[in-house]
C-alpha cells in the first residue's frame, strides 16, 4: 500500500487547508487511517482518525470543532478538514493506515505511512 499526502501549504492564522491522503496499490476490506502531525523536536501526534466505513472517528482535543476528517472510498482518498488554523497547527502532516477497523492513536499501530505536507501558519 502507498499513501501520498498532500495539501499543505502556507496559511495565514484563521484560514483553512484540506490535506488529503491517496492510497494505491493493495486495498483491505477493513482499515483505519490516521493523521497524524510531528514538529521539530517533538513526538508525533495524531490529531485524527476514521475507520473505513466512517463510523468511527477520534479527534485530539486540541483540534476538536476546527478539524474534520472524511473519506472517499470509490477515490481511495481520506481528507483532512483544517479551519480555524493558528500558530501551534504548524507542523508536518503524515497519513497513515492499518490493517482493521479500530482507529488507534499510536504510531506504532500503523502499519503504512505517507510522505510528510507541510502546513505552515503564519501570524
Known amino acids: 500500500v502507498q499513501l501520498q499526502a498532500s495539501g499543505g501549504g502556507l496559511v495565514q492564522t484563521g484560514g483553512s487547508l484540506r490535506l488529503s491522503c491517496a492510497a494505491s496499490?493493495?486495498?483491505?476490506?477493513?482499515?483505519?487511517v490516521g493523521w497524524f502531525r510531528q514538529v521539530p523536536g517533538k513526538e508525533r501526534e495524531c490529531v485524527a482518525g476514521?475507520?473505513?466505513?466512517?463510523?468511527?472517528?477520534y479527534y485530539a482535543d486540541s483540534v476538536k470543532g476546527r478539524f474534520t476528517i472524511s473519506g472517499d472510498n470509490a477515490k481511495n482518498t481520506i481528507y483532512l478538514r483544517m479551519n480555524s488554523l493558528n500558530a501551534d497547527d504548524t507542523a508536518t502532516y503524515y497519513c497513515?493506515?492499518?490493517?482493521?477497523?479500530?482507529?488507534?492513536?499510536?504510531?506504532?499501530?500503523?502499519?503504512?505511512w505517507g510522505q510528510g505536507t507541510l502546513v505552515t501558519v503564519s501570524s
Open positions: 497513515a493506515a492499518r490493517i482493521g477497523s479500530v482507529v488507534f492513536t499510536t504510531e506504532s499501530a500503523y502499519h503504512y
Open positions: 476514521i475507520n473505513w466505513s466512517g463510523s468511527s472517528t
Open positions: 496499490g493493495r486495498t483491505f476490506s477493513a482499515y483505519a
